[in-house]
């Protein structure tokens, strides 16, 4: 069966039974190039002209100082672009963050779709950096943020939730989805609640992860606000005929009745435009 981006959650396929290496999805594919792209060209620049990465960073990550020194006039784009942005120096951040997208993502995509997957993918990363943000502000942190963790925990959850006993391998571990997103979660916890390094980043995680759930268990990913809106105007285009047969059937009754020099000028017109309809 073919799906779509309205299709049920009882019309998707299952999947196999297990991840194996699977074959990239639009979506993801499409999310991988822009994270790779963006960090390959962060590191020429590292290496071209350290003070040019510094500048093109820090334009893009999470800043909390941008946002505080910079208010009202705050820098929006910031809550998206930080998602995209890895550390020059830290290739192993990317990685990690691209094969959980590989690995889970295409898994999430082929499930619930494209669309759906941007909606959860995107509102996972906004949604962690406000929290980065309203954290900052409340304990006076002036440390940005950067990395697509917050997304892809994001994803991994979501996953998980959808399909609890899916059997996948994590790193020579067989392990189901659900017993995997515990314990990665549980990894996050264990650092905010110890107050390690990284302890900041970790509410990004968090955050996301918090969505990914909500999103599959409440079934809010399931909506459709683009259709729900086009039913709408399909029904108030009915009513809206409903409403003009009948307004006819009265002015027809009414010219019977008592002649055309009854009619108003605005009855006038209404005729003039239901002819031109038929």
């Known amino acids: 069966m073919t799906r779509t981006y309205e299709d049920p959650p009882e019309y998707r396929e299952s999947g196999?039974?297990?991840?194996?290496?699977?074959?990239?999805?639009?979506?993801?594919?499409?999310?991988?190039?822009v994270n790779v792209g963006v960090f390959l060209a962060l590191l020429v620049a590292k290496l071209a002209a350290p003070e040019l990465e510094h500048a093109l960073r820090?334009?893009?990550?999470?800043?909390?100082?941008?946002?505080?020194?910079?208010?009202?006039?705050?820098?929006?784009?910031?809550?998206?672009?930080?998602?995209?942005?890895?550390?020059?120096?830290?290739?192993?951040?990317?990685?990690?963050?691209?094969?959980?997208?590989y690995f889970f993502g295409t898994m999430l995509?082929?499930?619930?779709?494209?669309?759906?997957?941007?909606?959860?993918?995107?509102?996972?990363?906004?949604?962690?950096?406000?929290?980065?943000?309203?954290?900052?502000?409340?304990?006076g942190w002036d440390v940005p943020v950067v990395g697509a963790s917050g997304g892809v925990l994001a994803v991994?959850?979501?996953a998980a939730v959808l399909r609890p006993?899916?059997?996948?391998?994590?790193?020579?571990?067989?392990?189901?989805?659900?017993?995997?997103?515990?314990?990665?979660?549980?990894?996050?916890?264990?650092?905010?609640?110890?107050?390690?390094?990284?302890?900041k980043a970790v509410l990004v995680h968090l955050a996301g992860a918090s969505w990914g759930f909500a999103a599959l268990k409440f079934g809010w990913i399931w909506a459709d606000p683009a259709a729900r809106w086009q039913e709408r105007q399909e029904r108030k285009v009915v009513e809206q005929r409903q409403s003009d047969e009948e307004r006819l059937d009265k002015l027809l009754q009414q010219i019977h009745e008592k002649g055309?020099?009854?009619?108003?000028?605005?009855?006038?017109?209404f005729l003039k435009r239901m002819s031109s309809r038929r």
């Open 156 to 158: 991994i959850v979501a």
């Open 260 to 269: 055309m020099t009854s009619l108003s000028e605005r009855d006038r017109e």
């Open 58 to 101: 820090s334009r893009v990550w999470l800043d909390p100082v941008a946002w505080r020194e910079g208010f009202p006039l705050v820098p929006v784009w910031q809550v998206v672009t930080y998602g995209f942005v890895h550390s020059a120096s830290d290739p192993f951040h990317i990685l990690f963050n691209m094969l959980g997208l």
């Open 165 to 199: 006993n899916e059997r996948v391998i994590f790193i020579v571990f067989p392990l189901t989805l659900k017993i995997l997103a515990m314990i990665m979660v549980g990894l996050d916890l264990f650092g905010l609640l110890t107050q390690t390094s990284g302890t």
């Open 109 to 139: 995509e082929r499930a619930i779709g494209s669309r759906r997957l941007l909606v959860l993918y995107g509102v996972a990363l906004v949604f962690g950096g406000l929290v980065h943000l309203g954290a900052a502000f409340g304990f």
């Open 16 to 33: 196999n039974a297990s991840l194996g290496w699977p074959s990239l999805t639009q979506l993801v594919r499409w999310l991988i190039w």
